[in-house]
Every structure is written in C-alpha cells, then in structure tokens.
C-alpha cells in the first residue's frame, strides 16, 4: 500500500515537474509549494515504507531463528532416543562370544584351506624315472628294435622331404 502512494506521489512531481517549466509568475510559485507538499509527503511514505520493511525483516529473522532453535531440540531428542536404543543393543552384545565366533571362523577357514591343499594333491601314478627311460631306450636301440619302431610309425610319403627332414631333427625319426 506505502508503495503505491510513493509511486503516485513520484508522478504526481513529474507533472509538476513539467508545469513548473511551462508556468511563469505567481503559478511557478502555487506548483511550486505544491511540489515540495508533494515531496513532503513521498518522503514520509518512504519513511515508513523502510520502517515497515525492516521491521518486517527482523520478524522474518525471529521466524528463522525460532525454527532454527526447534531444528536443534528435534535434532537432540532424536540423538537421545538413538543413544538409548543403542546402549539397550550393546546390552544384548557379548563380545566374548563374538571374540569366540570369529575364532571359530578363521579356524574353519584355516581347515577349509587345508582340505583344498588335500584335494588339490596328485597322487597320479605316473612317475617317471628318466633313468629307467634311458635304459630302455638304449636297449632297444641296441637290439636293433628301434628301427621296427621307426618303420611302425613311418612318416607317409606324401609329406614334402623338408617336412621329413624337421621332423626327423624334432625326434620323430633318429
């Protein structure tokens, strides 16, 4: 409401305003007392018009702390009631058996290792003895056996002489 008597006040002096340019004698001077009432009364609207304002804004920074100061006392009933619900819990904790529990836990664990190294084992049969292998193979070398050996696994003739002669430096053929 202030606000529009000031707005009308402002236009009410730029008529004025543009009166006073215009009139000469006794009229300049009647638009002139009149222009400084005009000016009078737009200076108390804005007067109160700031009043107004800032009492309103000290309401609203009494709100905000108010609300703020109600924020803080539900913030600390909410942490008193978690306080209490969680010494109530930790009543229920024995933490010797806990302590036992994870005790027991790494002992399986240390047993379950244990088995996989068991299961993972080879107890495959299939050791050779390379000396034994030697021995074999020079005696068969030796009676003249090896060669049945090598006409037995022949290479097949339609495979290039070079493809033979890598082969026969791999040791398929001696």
Known sequence: MLQVKVTESEAELAK???QLKTARGSAQTMYKQRAMQVLKRRNMYMSQLQTLQGTQFNV???KFATESVQDTMNTMVAMQAAAKIQKQQMKQIKIGEIDDMMDDIADLQLDAEEVND???RDYSSNVVDEDALEAEF???DN???LDELDSDLAIPS???AQQKQEESKVG???
């Open 158 to 160: 339609g495979l290039p």
């Open 143 to 145: 009676e003249g056996l």
């Open 16 to 18: 004025l305003r543009t």
């Open 118 to 120: 068991i299961m993972s």
């Open 138 to 140: 020079a005696e068969l």
């Open 60 to 62: 609203e920074q009494m």
């Open 172 to 174: 398929l053929r001696s």
